[in-house]
């Protein structure tokens, strides 16, 4: 990675990074909002409970048939992997009725009477976490599944992300910490690199049109796209006047031998 930088300082060029890792800490960053890490420390501590417990495992399958529920087992997530997060809420949210009839037989019970399922707020705010990491998870797959570059898609990404993440009014308050999170996180990367990211996109037939973009920011785009395009066409005439004249050295010089 050092001799990377240090090429990158030598040679000039360019360097953009990761969009995928900017979404990696931009998830993370919701997801240590103390509100949210809370309420996933529970489901994590509940799923990690009837992995443990061979009573709590057998009741929850006896539930599930009873209940027709998909016979999943409950997941528990990575420590580096945050998408590992929102699959073991969903799971835990799609289970909810079995994990709640298995927690309040004696049986398990009896295991740990401690262990508490979640209340109907916590619920609500699960099934809000799992929609606003959704789109988090739609735009990693995008990313992921583009078989060709990838550098032009990362302004309209981070543009519709951006406004998906600003709270509305009947947001939870958990859920307005959590977009906050994400939102400021996002908000901080590649300011300082839009222009080339929107010429980028200029660029593609897809985003031509730059359509996330307000008026005054497609003109300014277009106009700086014009320039350096101009640019371009000096630097090949250049190339050719510098080709002519050397033709014509050596051919003097050949023909002074």
């Known amino acids: 990675m050092l001799q990377i930088w240090c090429e990158l300082e030598i040679t000039g060029w360019l360097h953009i990074g990761c969009f995928a890792h ?3 800490l931009a998830s993370q960053a919701g997801l240590k ?3 949210v890490a ?16 061979t009573v709590a495992s057998r009741k929850l399958k006896e539930k599930q048939k009873i209940l027709n529920l998909p016979a999943h087992k409950l997941v528990t997530d990575g420590v580096t992997r945050w998408n590992s997060t929102l699959e073991m809420l969903e799971c835990f949210l799609e289970q ?13 019970r009896r295991s ?8 109907e707020a916590d619920i609500t705010d699960g099934e ?3 929609k606003a990491l959704k789109l988090l998870k739609a735009a990693t797959l995008v990313m992921s599944e583009e078989k060709s570059p990838t550098l032009s898609i990362i302004a309209p990404l981070h543009a519709q992300l951006l406004e ?37 996109s200029a660029l593609d037939p897809r985003f031509k049109a730059l359509p996330f973009l307000s008026k005054e920011a497609c003109n300014n785009t277009f106009s700086q796209l014009v320039l350096e395009a101009a640019g371009l066409e000096n630097v090949d005439t250049a190339i050719v006047n510098y080709r002519n004249k050397n033709k014509k050295i050596i051919g003097f010089l050949h023909y002074s031998s």
């Open 164 to 200: 998906k993440m600003i709270s509305v009014s009947h947001d939870s308050s958990l859920i307005k910490d959590l977009k906050t999170a994400v939102h400021d996180n996002m908000k901080s990367r590649y300011g300082a690199l839009k222009d080339k990211l929107y010429i980028a």
């Open 33 to 35: 909002v103390p509100a």
């Open 112 to 119: 740990d009477s401690n262990l508490c399922t979640l209340t």
């Open 38 to 53: 809370q309420l996933l420390g529970r489901v994590r501590r509940i799923a990690s409970f009837f992995h443990r417990s």
């Open 96 to 108: 909810q009725p079995a994990i709640s009839a298995a927690l309040l037989s004696p049986e398990v």
């Open 128 to 130: 809000d976490i799992v």
């Open 22 to 24: 900017t979404l990696n």
